[in-house]
């Protein structure tokens, strides 16, 4: 649910960083509002394992690109 404190030791490191999240639900913080019905466990599992196969697809679609070692970030070089 966060990014860090992996985004923070990253960056210390000059390493680029990613983080691929999915999203399951909308009702959090919205909790005691009549209009927006809670989620079960079972309806996030549900999603979640629906878009497994999507972050697969973007994981091997990047990883030979990261290979090819063209790195254009700025993520190296400390502020
Ligand atoms: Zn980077």
Redesign the pocket.
């Known amino acids: 649910m966060t990014q860090y404190p992996e985004v923070t030791l990253a960056r210390e490191k000059g390493?680029?960083?990613?983080g691929i999240g999915i999203i399951t639900d909308y009702d959090s913080g919205f909790e005691g509002r009549d209009d927006i019905k809670p989620v079960t466990n079972s309806e996030v599992l549900k999603i979640f394992e629906k878009n497994v196969k999507t972050v697969k697809d973007l994981i091997h679609a990047s990883v030979p690109e990261l290979e090819k070692g063209q790195?254009t970030?700025?993520?190296?070089k400390l502020a």
Do not use: H
């Not at 390493?15 to 990613?18: F, G, I, V, W």
């Not at 970030?73 to 190296?76: L, N, T």
């Open positions: 390493m680029c960083y990613l790195k970030c700025g993520c190296g």
